[in-house]
């Protein structure tokens, strides 16, 4: 017998017992053009199929967390250079940044209302936590001229919240008033164990502060470049 045939009759043995063809060429070798030729005309047993089928799959599963592992390595690699690029935060570049913020999400003077008082609503508390430090060290608001309001649906969980968000704010939770949002039917996305609602900050006595705040609002808005 040949090489060649002995190398034919091993593979077809191997295929019967299941391997798929990667498996065989480490054990034969062969072309896998070749290998193909030989095999072409092996039936598998319907246990051989199954297995076959399974170690398919399990590749499947373990190239899919290959390449999740690889997208979570990259997103690492990517913020912390970006982090890394930030540095010190200073005074002015806070003021600007926390303005931004207000424009984004504060309450504005209307041309009905030109009395608004400081009002910032939003769920992130990174967010949260930033303006805050923007309201006491830029605009000098003492925590005691601060309200809070907790809006959150009927079906959040409104003890979990409160208790999150106190924490968070560096209150008492009973400064926290609650509101609560008619549930509606919808496929809401903000649901489960994370979702902590959404806080509502108010300054007393603030309007002429958000009269200043308007003020570095247009600022931003003029010396940026804007055509």
């Known amino acids: 017998m040949t090489a060649m045939s002995k190398d034919k009759n091993r593979a ?5 017992k299941g391997l798929s063809y990667s498996e065989i060429l480490k054990e034969v070798p062969a072309a ?7 095999l072409r005309n092996v039936g598998l047993a319907k246990r051989q199929r199954q297995k ?12 899919a967390q290959v390449r999740y592992n690889q997208r979570i ?22 003021k600007l940044i926390g303005a ?13 209302n030109v009395s608004e008082q ?11 936590s930033v303006f805050l430090r923007w309201l006491v060290n830029i605009c000098r608001i003492s925590k005691q001229d601060l309200n ?9 969980k ?44 108010r300054v007393k006595r603030s309007t002429d502060l958000n009269r200043k705040i308007e003020g570095w609002i247009e600022g931003i808005y003029q010396n940026c470049g804007v055509v």
């Open 148 to 156: 809070y309001d907790l809006y959150i649906h009927e079906s959040g």
């Open 52 to 63: 076959l089928t399974e170690k398919k799959r399990l590749a499947q599963i373990k190239g």
């Open 12 to 16: 077809i043995k191997l295929r019967k």
């Open 158 to 201: 409104v003890k979990n919240a409160k208790n999150f968000w106190s924490k968070r704010l560096g209150i008492m939770d009973n400064l926290l008033r609650v509101y609560f949002k008619k549930h509606i039917i919808t496929r809401r996305r903000n649901v489960g164990e994370n979702y902590k609602g959404l806080i509502r900050i």
């Open 118 to 128: 400081v009002m910032f609503s939003n769920s992130d508390p990174l967010m949260i």
């Open 32 to 38: 896998k053009s070749t290998l193909s030729l030989w």
């Open 73 to 94: 390595e990259r997103s690492r690699i990517i913020t912390n250079k970006a982090f890394q690029e930030i540095g010190e935060i200073t005074e002015r570049e806070l």
């Open 100 to 112: 931004a913020l207000y424009w984004a999400e504060g309450s504005k003077q209307k041309e009905h």
